[in-house]
């Protein structure tokens, strides 16, 4: 409700006449202010699926895993580059010549048994890959039907879980915030049922997810 901002009448009836927590109002709520994200996320992930990343998808050889050993149809090294700025995204090589991230400006190198992921921290990960324990095949054709896969249905996969998450914690907020109304109140030594204060702190947020929902399309 718009009165939610503003009104201390409002917030006066939340307490005295209206019944419940307000948890399935939260529910709705949440739903609603998190639309424009995951649009902004969808149309992000569609644009990245079919601008961005055919460019990169092109350059991928076939890559076979069998035994934890990488098996590709190209010589190497072979160098995947980013066709947007030409910079260096993925190194491959199974000659022995790479040995670490150390060896090459790429984000991502892929040897005959191992894979390194460089880290924003500086803090390089290592896959070996006897962990998988599965043998399979990545090819452009693979990586297409992902890509396609993400952009028809990213969103949808997606949504459930982002709200699941996002009303949990906002739960959690609330009953803290009434925790929070009950110690004002005995500080003030004024009577106030905790099912009222997590209902008046449901109302209390709602300003701030509007908001943020608002910033979220504006931005």
Same mark, same amino acid.
């Given at each position: 409700?718009?009165?939610?901002?503003y009104?201390a009448p409002f917030? #006066?009836?939340v307490?005295?006449?209206?019944? @419940?927590?307000g948890?399935?109002y939260l529910?709705?709520l949440?739903?609603? %202010?998190?639309?424009?994200d995951?649009?902004?996320?969808q149309k992000?992930?569609?644009e990245t699926?079919?601008?961005?990343?055919p @460019?990169i998808v =092109?350059q991928?050889?076939?890559? =076979?895993?069998s035994?934890?050993?990488?098996?590709? $149809?190209?010589?190497t090294?072979y160098?995947i580059?980013?066709?947007k700025?030409e910079?260096l995204l993925i190194?491959?090589?199974t000659?022995? #010549?790479l040995?670490?991230?150390?060896d090459t400006d790429?984000?991502l190198?892929l040897? $005959?048994r191992e894979l390194?992921i460089?880290?924003?921290?500086g803090n390089?990960? &290592?896959?070996s &890959?006897d962990?998988?324990?599965?043998?399979f095949?990545v $090819?452009?054709?693979l990586i297409?039907?992902?890509?396609?896969?993400?952009?028809?249905?990213?969103?949808?996969v997606?949504?459930?879980?982002?709200?699941?998450?996002?009303y949990?914690?906002?739960?959690? #907020?609330?009953l803290?915030y009434a925790?929070?109304?009950l110690?004002?109140?005995? &500080?003030?030594?004024? #009577?106030l049922k905790y %099912?009222?204060?997590i209902?008046?702190?449901v109302?209390?947020? %709602?300003?701030?997810l509007?908001?943020?929902?608002?910033?979220?399309?504006?931005?």
């Amino acid at each position: 409700p718009y009165m939610s901002f503003y009104s201390a009448p409002f917030y #006066q009836d939340v307490a005295r006449n209206w019944h @419940g927590l307000g948890f399935f109002y939260l529910f709705l709520l949440v739903i609603i %202010t998190w639309l424009p994200d995951i649009y902004a996320l969808q149309k992000w992930v569609s644009e990245t699926a079919n601008v961005e990343a055919p @460019g990169i998808v =092109e350059q991928v050889p076939r890559i =076979e895993i069998s035994d934890g050993r990488v098996h590709v $149809d190209v010589k190497t090294p072979y160098y995947i580059y980013n066709p947007k700025d030409e910079s260096l995204l993925i190194a491959i090589d199974t000659s022995g #010549q790479l040995r670490s991230l150390r060896d090459t400006d790429a984000r991502l190198l892929l040897t $005959d048994r191992e894979l390194f992921i460089d880290s924003d921290d500086g803090n390089d990960r &290592l896959l070996s &890959l006897d962990e998988i324990g599965a043998n399979f095949v990545v $090819d452009q054709d693979l990586i297409f039907q992902i890509l396609g896969w993400l952009d028809s249905w990213f969103a949808i996969v997606a949504f459930p879980f982002v709200v699941a998450f996002s009303y949990a914690f906002r739960i959690i #907020q609330v009953l803290v915030y009434a925790l929070i109304a009950l110690l004002l109140a005995a &500080l003030l030594k004024t #009577q106030l049922k905790y %099912t009222v204060a997590i209902r008046l702190a449901v109302m209390a947020i %709602t300003p701030v997810l509007i908001l943020d929902m608002l910033r979220s399309i504006f931005d």
